[in-house]
């Protein structure tokens, strides 16, 4: 069974950092081509960022240049560090796997101005 726990979330003042980790489990983790999203309130879910099993990674508009994506193969683990955060970026965010968008719970991220 794929599992996928996302943690890091809270609160954050406008131009402050987080940085979101996903622990995954039931699945090949080295082989997974991964990615973040996040679902604003009363928003579709959106794309942030994606790393392949290789290591490539890719970003969408929102936060490009504001984040990293990274990968700890030996953990099973997921990061996305944001930086200069806004608080558009208030939302929940997701790690999720890239072949069948199986996801996390999710954890929350406010970001006050």
Same mark, same amino acid.
């Given at each position: 069974?794929?599992?996928?726990?996302?943690?890091?979330?809270?609160?954050?003042?406008?131009? $402050?950092?987080? #940085?979101? %980790?996903?622990?995954?489990?039931?699945?090949?983790?080295?082989?997974?081509?991964?990615?973040?999203?996040?679902?604003?309130?009363g928003k579709g879910l959106e794309w942030v960022s994606g790393i392949t099993s290789f290591g490539d990674t890719y970003y969408g508009t929102s936060m490009? $240049?504001?984040? #990293?994506? %990274?990968?700890?193969?030996?953990?099973?683990?997921?990061?996305?560090?944001?930086?200069?955060?806004?608080?558009?970026?208030?939302?929940?965010?997701?790690?999720?796997?890239?072949?069948?968008?199986?996801?996390?719970?999710?954890?929350?991220?406010?970001?006050?101005?």
């Amino acid at each position: 069974e794929v599992q996928l726990v996302e943690s890091g979330g809270g609160v954050a003042q406008a131009g $402050g950092s987080l #940085t979101l %980790s996903c622990v995954a489990s039931g699945f090949t983790f080295s082989t997974s081509d991964m990615i973040w999203a996040r679902q604003a309130p009363g928003k579709g879910l959106e794309w942030v960022s994606g790393i392949t099993s290789f290591g490539d990674t890719y970003y969408g508009t929102s936060m490009l $240049g504001r984040c #990293t994506i %990274s990968r700890d193969n030996a953990k099973n683990m997921l990061y996305l560090q944001m930086n200069n955060l806004k608080p558009e970026d208030t939302a929940i965010y997701y790690c999720a796997r890239a072949m069948d968008q199986e996801r996390g719970p999710g954890t929350q991220v406010t970001v006050s101005s």
